[in-house]
């Protein structure tokens, strides 16, 4: 879609200090159809819709792991029962058919070109890209060979429609639940052009956290074949603890601030300084919160001195400014935080095409919440980080 040159002006892509935008943060949305091409002794395991309780859940390994928030009558009208497995392209087609719910996401989000318009009506040059659906029941799997086959699928799919443009910056998910296949299918998505690797935030079902001995074989492999590793928050873990009043606000909160727990396992442990040429991207989890952890690390580190173990040569901050950085939307909090994080590891995303996200006025909430930024620092934080990072060419200003 083209835009006016009265649009252009309003939302900043007039701006020499907002063009070629990288998005360090969106979302592909992958065909629920997709896991019919399992095995059929996996496919039931798969993630799918299902009944139960009267909701439309989201099911995975016979266990229900969201209610979607499908209005009721949407359903009133269909044939589907308690313990029924919903047809995705039914569903599809009903939402379709949902003046409301269509309008939620945009119709260009599942066409690679659809997408490069929409990516072009919000100044946006080049965009990272995460799963949508996978994203938030992959990493709570149990079944290993299950894990592997999801992100082999997943990885193919979006390998073989997404190659079409540089401007598509590909991200593998990995199965790490065997840290060996996770190796192994990130040496094959780096030699198929993928950017970086997906973990969860919070490994709650591997068995061990980060700060764990068994992986540094992975550690070792990402740092050679030189991917970025990116925790996108949510994931790992149950994202809806609170279940009574204020779960809406209390969940988010916890969902998006929990990042901070992985940061200090990584840096603490000496992961990142045994590592020095490893990154790791901290991805939807708002900069707010950063500056205080980086004290907060240091001081531990000065004050407990004599309980440290690892002795680190650098301060646990100086780790982190050199191999990570953490993505955000609208976070006017971590842009006057400046003095204490620095901005080598900020990094804007719109979050397209999720509600929460800023597209498609991504240049105006850019301009409103930076307004008092150097200018430096904001083509940094807005592409030039990203591009750095990724390896992107940017087009000429």
């Given at each position: 879609m083209s835009i006016t040159t009265d649009e252009r002006e309003e939302t900043?892509?007039?701006?020499?200090?907002f063009r070629n935008l990288i998005s360090a943060d969106n979302h592909v949305t992958e065909p629920l159809t997709l896991w019919e091409a399992l095995p059929p002794h996996l496919r039931s395991q798969a993630p799918h819709l299902e009944v139960r309780?009267?909701?439309?859940?989201?099911?995975?390994?016979?266990?229900?792991?969201?209610?979607?928030?499908?209005?009721k009558e949407l359903m009133s009208d269909v044939r589907w029962k308690e313990g029924d497995e919903i047809p995705s392209g039914e569903l599809l087609k009903k939402i379709a058919e949902s003046e409301e719910l269509s309008q939620l996401v945009s119709p260009e989000a599942?066409?690679?070109?659809?997408?490069?318009?929409?990516?072009?009506?919000?100044?946006?040059?080049?965009?990272?890209?995460?799963p949508n659906q996978l994203i938030f029941t992959l990493f709570r799997l149990?079944?290993?060979?299950l894990q592997l086959s999801l992100c082999r699928l997943y990885n193919d799919w979006l390998?073989?429609?997404?190659?079409?443009?540089?401007?598509?910056?590909?991200?593998?998910?990995?199965?790490?639940?065997?840290?060996?296949?996770?190796?192994?299918?990130?040496?094959?998505?780096?030699?198929?052009?993928?950017?970086?690797?997906?973990?969860?935030?919070?490994?709650?079902?591997?068995?061990?956290?980060?700060?764990?001995?068994?992986y540094e074989p992975f550690w070792t492999a990402a740092e050679e074949i030189g991917m970025p590793v990116h925790f996108h928050s949510g994931t790992g873990r149950?994202?809806?603890?609170?279940?009574?009043?204020?779960?809406?606000?209390?969940?988010?909160?916890?969902?998006?601030?929990?990042?901070?727990e992985t940061v200090c396992f990584l840096t603490g442990s000496g992961v990142l300084a045994r590592h020095p040429d490893l990154k790791?991207?901290?991805?939807?989890?708002?900069?707010?919160?950063?500056?205080?952890?980086?004290?907060?690390?240091?001081?531990?580190?000065?004050?407990?001195?004599l309980m440290v173990e690892p002795k680190l040569e650098l301060l646990p901050s100086e780790y982190f400014r050199r191999q990570g950085y953490v993505t955000f939307q609208s976070d006017p909090v971590g842009l006057n935080n400046l003095q204490f994080t620095g901005d080598q590891s900020l990094m804007w995303g719109c979050d397209y095409p999720h509600l929460e996200g800023t597209w498609p006025d991504s240049l105006r909430?850019?301009?409103?919440?930076?307004?008092?930024?150097?200018?430096?620092?904001?083509?940094?934080?807005?592409?030039?980080?990203?591009?750095?990072l990724y390896g992107v060419s940017v087009p000429e200003i």
């Amino acid at each position: 879609m083209s835009i006016t040159t009265d649009e252009r002006e309003e939302t900043g892509q007039g701006d020499p200090r907002f063009r070629n935008l990288i998005s360090a943060d969106n979302h592909v949305t992958e065909p629920l159809t997709l896991w019919e091409a399992l095995p059929p002794h996996l496919r039931s395991q798969a993630p799918h819709l299902e009944v139960r309780d009267g909701r439309t859940c989201v099911v995975v390994e016979g266990r229900v792991l969201t209610r979607l928030p499908v209005p009721k009558e949407l359903m009133s009208d269909v044939r589907w029962k308690e313990g029924d497995e919903i047809p995705s392209g039914e569903l599809l087609k009903k939402i379709a058919e949902s003046e409301e719910l269509s309008q939620l996401v945009s119709p260009e989000a599942s066409d690679p070109d659809g997408r490069l318009r929409d990516l072009d009506r919000d100044g946006v040059y080049a965009e990272v890209m995460f799963p949508n659906q996978l994203i938030f029941t992959l990493f709570r799997l149990t079944n290993p060979e299950l894990q592997l086959s999801l992100c082999r699928l997943y990885n193919d799919w979006l390998h073989d429609g997404y190659s079409g443009s540089p401007r598509f910056i590909k991200i593998a998910a990995l199965p790490m639940l065997d840290i060996d296949e996770a190796i192994k299918e990130m040496r094959r998505c780096s030699q198929r052009g993928f950017r970086g690797v997906l973990l969860p935030v919070h490994p709650d079902y591997l068995g061990h956290r980060y700060n764990h001995p068994d992986y540094e074989p992975f550690w070792t492999a990402a740092e050679e074949i030189g991917m970025p590793v990116h925790f996108h928050s949510g994931t790992g873990r149950e994202q809806r603890p609170a279940r009574n009043p204020g779960g809406a606000v209390i969940n988010y909160v916890i969902t998006v601030g929990g990042a901070d727990e992985t940061v200090c396992f990584l840096t603490g442990s000496g992961v990142l300084a045994r590592h020095p040429d490893l990154k790791v991207v901290m991805v939807e989890c708002g900069a707010g919160w950063l500056g205080w952890v980086l004290h907060a690390m240091d001081d531990a580190y000065r004050e407990h001195h004599l309980m440290v173990e690892p002795k680190l040569e650098l301060l646990p901050s100086e780790y982190f400014r050199r191999q990570g950085y953490v993505t955000f939307q609208s976070d006017p909090v971590g842009l006057n935080n400046l003095q204490f994080t620095g901005d080598q590891s900020l990094m804007w995303g719109c979050d397209y095409p999720h509600l929460e996200g800023t597209w498609p006025d991504s240049l105006r909430y850019l301009r409103e919440q930076m307004a008092d930024v150097p200018d430096e620092s904001i083509e940094r934080i807005v592409w030039g980080n990203a591009a750095a990072l990724y390896g992107v060419s940017v087009p000429e200003i």
